[in-house]
């Protein structure tokens, strides 16, 4: 696609339940990230992907969080029995490779009542 | 630790007036370094990146940043401020030696520019 591509665009969920987010980056970019930014705070890293390397997962704040990608394409994020501390803007960026510049989805606003 | 400071909350600008966002990093080995902007309601924009040779980048919007490796700094530059430039900016590091991932960006906490006119 011409941009990275993040569904949905926002996301209304009750505490306990399990949520799954999606990113598309950009085709022929081998570098994914997912990144979280709670309101008026800077970005969180989570989670990086490059091609068939393992991930690195250091971000992750707890097992309730997870993410997988399919190759070099779409990532999901998965994050169970949400929590009302969950409540971000989750941003998925992809890059052509390491060190190259990111390419930012619109992420995807998650509100846990 | 690995680590990205933008010491400044906010900055204030009138127009007109060169601005400076100020950004000082924490890394081993000697790290990429790039500066990011948001705008209101938009996704978050890459305005320019260092990683070797002349210390002055140039980047989009008549935006430049200075590398000074003794000081750490990598600070975002513009001559003359407009009021389209308010936007919330972030310096970001990629530490070249950073545990086992070779692609990870470290972020600051962004710093809201403000250009009044």
């Known amino acids: 696609g011409a941009g990275v591509s993040q569904s949905p665009s926002n996301k209304v969920t009750e505490k306990g339940k399990d949520v799954e987010l999606r990113c598309d980056p950009i085709?022929?970019?081998?570098?994914l990230y997912w990144y979280r930014q709670r309101l008026g705070q800077g970005l969180e890293f989570l989670i990086y992907?490059?091609?068939?390397?393992?991930?690195?997962k250091s971000g992750l704040p707890s097992d309730r969080f997870s993410a997988e990608r399919t190759g070099e394409s779409v990532s999901t994020l998965t994050i169970q029995r949400t929590q009302q501390e969950d409540s971000a803007v989750y941003l998925c960026a992809s890059s052509f490779r390491p060190g190259e510049k990111l390419f930012f989805g619109s992420g995807t606003q998650l509100s846990v009542l | 630790a690995q680590s990205v400071a933008q010491p400044e909350d906010q900055v204030n600008v009138a127009e007109g007036n060169p601005l400076t966002v100020k950004c000082t990093y924490s890394v081993s080995g000697n790290p990429y370094l790039f500066w990011y902007v948001q705008y209101p309601n938009r996704g978050l924009q890459f305005l320019l990146k260092?990683?070797?040779?002349?210390?002055l980048v140039k980047g989009s919007y008549g935006f430049e940043a200075e590398f000074n490796k003794s000081q750490t700094s990598f600070h975002l530059k513009k001559p003359s401020a407009l009021v389209s430039d308010s936007a919330l900016y972030f310096c970001?590091?990629?530490?070249?030696?950073?545990?086992?991932?070779?692609?990870?960006?470290?972020f600051g906490k962004g710093t809201k520019l403000s250009v009044k006119p």
């Open positions: 260092y990683i070797t040779g002349d210390n």
């Open positions: 085709s022929g970019h081998t570098a």
């Open positions: 970001a590091v990629r530490p070249l030696n950073y545990g086992g991932s070779q692609g990870n960006l470290i």
């Open positions: 992907f490059q091609g068939n390397s393992a991930p690195d």
